[in-house]
């Protein structure tokens, strides 16, 4: 008896093929979008001294599962898992970039770099999610990283460049959304309120949050189903439950963000879906679609400290954010904006105390706006740790701002070769650099 022909994959589906459900094809007109947000955001960041990285699409299931955290939705119901055909580890597509980068510091010795160490990838991520508006399963991202520095003026300093990065774009119509997480031992005792609280409630809430009652209580506070959000509106405020010094942290933030003139708001229940975050977390969403859930966010980030110990590395401080490349699209075309690279800095910015930090901010606006790459490191406290810095990256010029330059708006333009030193209005830095610097403007 003859045997039956065995039926190959390709004759049992339907030609011709669709794309896979979540994803897209960008075509030739939708080009100009890409290239206008992503372009733009590789010129910029290389002017604040951001460095470019790639990492794999894929990385071992392992690192996703310690570092975002078993019982968040990302790992229990978002990764794309691969078919291995040999033994060993098992792989997963990256759903989002700060483990893989992490994972890229810890293994080639970053460590030594001189800190801040400042990061920057472009690129796909992946989670199996249900499609909607402003929501894919392969999803593009630009991701910025900032280890080794723990100062709140770090967290100012991301929130402000990507603010400057959006007004860059033309965008106007958004607010950044912040809250306060503190630090994981502080959280316990919140996270028994929490619970209680929301056990009383159990009834009225979705099936994801009752779940998340036993796995992860805190994200209760995140669900956008309507009769969650009702519960979570009377629930207890973690900002009410943190250490002074965590307050301390938070209200630096919220002062200096003022002062820095960067629309914003405090958010006492958004908490953000990872495990590692610590301290400040935030999104960037529309005013115009306020309230209308999570897809209604175009960027997003937060604090993790203690992330780069959890992965085997020696304890770092961090902070990073995830910008979406689709959602900045679609906020660029709701906006109705028309559309029509230099690596090393020429100039280092020292500061010294609070108030010079901020003006320091301020100025590295100015040389920004003006395309003149600079490095700094707002981080750090010591003059002489600065300046050593500065000539560790063999720039001419320095910036120099300490109590009296703040007062006086001035600032001290220093020649790293002759060490000569002279005081500058801060309204006519620009042109000065240009001379100085021999940049001739078409």
Known sequence: MPSKKKTSPAETVQFPLHSPRGTQDILPQDQKYWEYVTENAKTFMRGWHFQ????PMFEETALFTRGIGEGTDIVDKELFELKSRGKGANYSLRPEATASIIRAYIEHGMRSWPKPVKLFTIGSFFRYDRPQAGRFR????????????????????????????????????????????????ERKTYIGLLKEHFRRNRTKLCRDCKERLTTNPLRLLD????????????????????SDASKKHFEFILNSLRELEVPHEVSPSLVRGLDYYTHTVFEFVPKSTRGEGQQSSFAAGGRY??????????????????????RVIDRVKAEGIDLMIMDQPQLFIAQLGEQAKIVGLKVMKQLRDAD????????????QQQLHMADRLKVEWSIIIGQKEVIDNTVILRNMESGMQEVVDRDKLVQELEKRLHIVRE
């Open 52 to 55: 470019q990285l790639e990492t």
């Open 138 to 185: 392969e999803l593009h991202q630009i991701d910025l990283e900032i280890i080794g520095a723990g100062n709140p003026i770090t967290d100012v300093q991301l929130i402000y460049v990507m603010h400057n990065y959006f007004k860059s774009l033309g965008l106007e119509d958004y607010v950044v959304l912040l809250n306060t997480l503190g630090e994981p031992s």
């Open 223 to 242: 669900c956008k189903e309507e009769k969650c959000v009702q519960v979570s509106n009377t629930a207890p405020r973690l900002l009410d439950h943190l």
């Open 305 to 326: 400290n203690n992330l780069i110990k959890e992965l085997g590395g020696k304890e770092a401080s961090a902070i990073g954010a995830g910008i979406g490349v689709e």
């Open 372 to 383: 003149i790459p600079f490095s700094e490191s707002i981080d750090r406290d010591g003059m």
